[in-house]
Each structure stands twice: as C-alpha cells, then as structure tokens.
C-alpha cells in the first residue's frame, strides 16, 4: 500500500475512534424523510462534503453499493428507499470504522421500527478492488473519498465503479474540487491529501476522468464553497485557496449526439418565428420554453440566431433535450 493511502486510513482509523468535525465536512444535515430518525453520532461522524442520496433517484429495487461507510449515515438514508436484507452494500477498508458504523446501525435500528441492521450489509475493501460482482448493482455513491486518491488510482477506483455497475446505472458522487491547479507542494502534502484538502481537481479535470472511463452522461447537480486554505495552516501556499464541492451523478450508458453528455444546468430557448424547432439532433424546441441541454448541445445550439442559451446554474436534474 502506497504511503499516501497508509496515511488516510490512519486518519480514518482515529475519526472513528474520535468524531473529527473538521475531516471533510460541510455544514448539512441528513435528509429530513418521514419516519427517518438518524442517531445523532451519525451526524458527527458525517465526514462529507455534500450528499449522494436523492429521493427522486431512488427505487425500492435498487441496489446500491456506498463506498467508505463512514459513520453509516448515507448508507443508512440509502437503506430507506431500499428496504431489504442487502439491498445496501457498505465498503470500508479500516477496520474501527467498520465496527463503528455497524453500532450505529445498530442505534439506528432501535431508532427506526422500519429499519433492520441487516438492510446494510458491511464488507472489508476498498474503491481500487471492491469486492462485488460485475454489473450486479444499480447505484455507486462516494462522498468525499475519491479526491484523495492521486490520478492513477483515481482512474483505477472509477474503472471498478464501472465494472460493478450494470448497464444504465448510476454512480453518485460529491467531491471537493479547485478553481484552478493547486500548487505542487501542496499536492505533496499527504496529511492534507487524507483530510480531502491537496488532492482536488479541477471540475473540468473531474469530469473529464468521469467521461474517460466509460460515464456517457454526467449531470452536475450542485456547486457550493467546500473550504478557504490558508498560508497560516501551510506554509506552502503564497495565497489562500477556495475551494468548492460538487454533487454530481454519472450515468453507465452510450454517449449522446453531442458526444459525452455533460449537464451543468444549461438551457436552451428558442424565440424563432415558428411554434417548435427541431433541431440536428432530433430534438425538438417549444418557442419560449426553456429546456435542459447538455454543455456541448448548448454550444451548438447558441449559433443558431433564434435560441438563447443560459449559463451553467450547476443543478442540473434532467438529462438534457439535445
């Protein structure tokens, strides 16, 4: 094991055994579902930087597969919508968070009449060799954990995602990204590395490794200010860095028209004299409604005299029209 990759379970090994509510965090709380009553040491084991679990994605029959199972929150919340023995798969490489999450899921169940401990069940492994059959789940989620790892291991964790995956399934993700490349020092820096800090990327990096291993279709949902670093908290750094986390999902399936569909809130309007417009892709425009399209279809679409197309918003909740 790589010494970058020692240091991170270490790090994880002691906010298991102590709940660090500086590690990969942001200020956000559990979706407030009916009838979900989250222990309150899974809200201070909540090491993410945003949230994979949305209800309008979810289906009774999905399996999901949640890489790093922290505190058991995500798992948890994913085990409402799935509601069967193994209907959730938790993987975790350190030994004391696997532990901890299973007495919290355990908490949970005394918590929750609808809630078994055996609708999550927990294995040993990690992102670059997880221990699950090929296209045998329907939803991967990650939260905070794939920006540590250096590039090639970053391709290696996604092409596992990829292999588990069946065909049109969806891989859920939130990460903190950079505005621009961080210095090489501060890479360098693998303390910060494990605590989710000198390892971003750039969105367009981010994506970018997304479409290369094989996600025809990424809709990027949500951007928000993640954390200011500091030339006080390393000295590396000649200025203080921003940087923001995304929640995006990424879809198994074949390119689009446009190539590699990548959704970021765009839309598309067309003012033309006409009542619809059709345009190369087969799609079809209603005059003065506006309507999701990918950033390449946008691109497109804006020579066109008679369409406007708006600037990424970064929720994006629909594949795009074009």
């Known amino acids: 094991m790589s010494t970058y990759l020692k240091t991170v379970e270490a790090v994880y090994e002691q906010a298991a055994k102590q709940p660090d509510g500086n590690l990969c965090c942001t200020p956000s709380s559990a979706w407030n579902l009916p009838g979900l009553h989250v222990p309150p040491i899974m809200n201070a084991m909540n090491y993410g930087c945003g949230s994979t679990v949305n209800p309008r994605d979810l289906r009774p029959d999905d399996t999901v597969l949640y890489v790093g199972v922290g505190g058991g929150l995500e798992a948890l919340q994913f085990a409402y919508f799935t509601r069967r023995p193994g209907g959730v798969i938790a993987v975790d490489p350190v030994a004391a968070m696997r532990e901890k999450a299973q007495a919290n899921l355990e908490e949970a169940s005394r918590l929750n009449p609808w809630f078994r401990p055996e609708y999550v069940e927990i294995r040993d492994g990690n992102a670059l060799d997880l221990p699950v059959d090929a296209d045998s789940v329907s939803v991967v989620a990650q939260n905070c954990l794939f920006n540590i790892f250096i590039q090639s291991d970053f391709e290696r964790a996604l092409s596992e995602v990829v292999r588990v995956l069946q065909l049109g399934g969806r891989f859920a993700t939130s990460d903190p990204i950079a505005n621009g490349p961080l210095p090489e020092a501060f890479r360098a820096d693998v303390h910060a590395r494990a605590q989710c800090l000198s390892g971003c990327q750039t969105l367009d990096d981010y994506v970018g490794t997304l479409v290369s291993a094989g996600f025809g279709r990424v809709d990027v949902r949500a951007r928000f200010p993640y954390r200011a670093v500091t030339p006080a908290e390393y000295p590396c750094l000649t200025e203080t860095v921003m940087l923001d ?56 679409l804006a020579r066109h005299p008679d369409i406007i197309v708006t600037p990424p918003t970064f929720h994006a909740r629909a594949a795009g029209c074009c």
Do not use: Q, W
């Open 245 to 300: 986390s995304i929640e995006a999902v990424a879809y198994k399936e074949p390119d689009g028209f446009d190539g590699p569909s990548i959704n970021t809130g765009r839309m598309a309007i067309y003012i033309g004299p006409a009542e619809t417009h059709r345009d190369d892709s087969g799609a079809v425009l209603i005059r003065g409604i506006p309507a999701p399209v990918s950033d390449a279809a946008a691109r497109r």
